[in-house]
């Protein structure tokens, strides 16, 4: 079954924690994001990469860092310098950056709250 | 700079009748629109999209049209259904890159 995994669906962190969200996906596809959801200001663009071993800043990359060693995976380091992390976090995945009929596809979601 | 927006943050509409979603922007680069569905606690899926050649696509009940000269594109649902009730993204993308802009989504509440 393709699809993207996100794990762990709920995670509490106390101040001053970095922790890390896992995005795995199956579907081949090059590229790969994360979003963070907060209410009512939509679908805010994290991080995202092309192409294994590169990726970029997208709109509030401050206090986040990605790696991106395999095709297949794109963790997410919530790190302590992020000053509102409580969010609900979306990694999604698409088949080929920079095609104009592209798609993306959405996990599940992990919901992170610092306590 | 909100380059997507959607300017009502919720709709209610009653089962059985269309329920027409709209989502306003700003880049003249941007050549292709998408609308995704959002569960609470789920995320989103990918409902419908349209390139900006076009001006309207279908797909069951679910239609989108795209006018370019008002920037301005819109989610029609007919029939309406309570399994329809989600928040809405509209969603749009420039030639270059890959990455997508999401407006604030709008929340429908599909009444029996």
């Known amino acids: 079954d393709g699809g993207i995994t996100q794990s762990p669906k709920y995670l509490f962190r106390k101040e001053g924690q970095n922790v890390t969200l896992s995005c795995e996906q199956n579907?081949?596809?090059?590229?790969m994001y994360w979003y963070r959801q907060d209410p009512g200001q939509g679908l805010r663009l994290i991080y995202y990469s092309q192409i294994v071993n590169d990726f970029q800043k997208g709109d509030i990359a401050e206090g986040y860092s990605v790696s991106r060693e395999k095709k297949e995976s794109f963790p997410l380091t919530v790190t302590s310098a992020q000053k509102n992390p409580t969010a609900f976090y979306l990694c999604a995945s698409s088949i080929e950056p920079g095609y104009s009929g592209n798609t993306i596809y959405f996990g599940e979601g992990s919901w992170l709250t610092v306590v | 700079d909100q380059q997507v927006k959607q300017n009502s943050p919720s709709l209610s509409v009653q089962e059985g009748r269309i329920s027409i979603l709209n989502c306003d922007y700003t880049?003249?680069?941007?050549?292709?629109f998408l609308w995704y569905k959002k569960y609470p606690a789920e995320g989103p899926t990918f409902l419908i999209s349209?390139?900006?050649?076009?001006d309207k696509n279908e797909d069951g009940r679910f239609t989108v049209f795209l006018n370019k000269s008002a920037k301005h594109l819109s989610l029609h649902i007919v029939p309406s259904q309570p399994g329809d009730s989600a928040v809405y993204f509209c969603?749009?993308?420039?030639?270059?890159?890959?990455?997508?802009?999401f407006g604030e989504g709008t929340q429908l509440t599909v009444n029996p």
């Open positions: 880049n003249s680069m941007f050549d292709y």
């Open positions: 349209i390139s900006s050649i076009k």
């Open positions: 969603a749009s993308k420039a030639p270059s890159g890959s990455r997508l802009t």
């Open positions: 579907l081949n596809h090059d590229a």
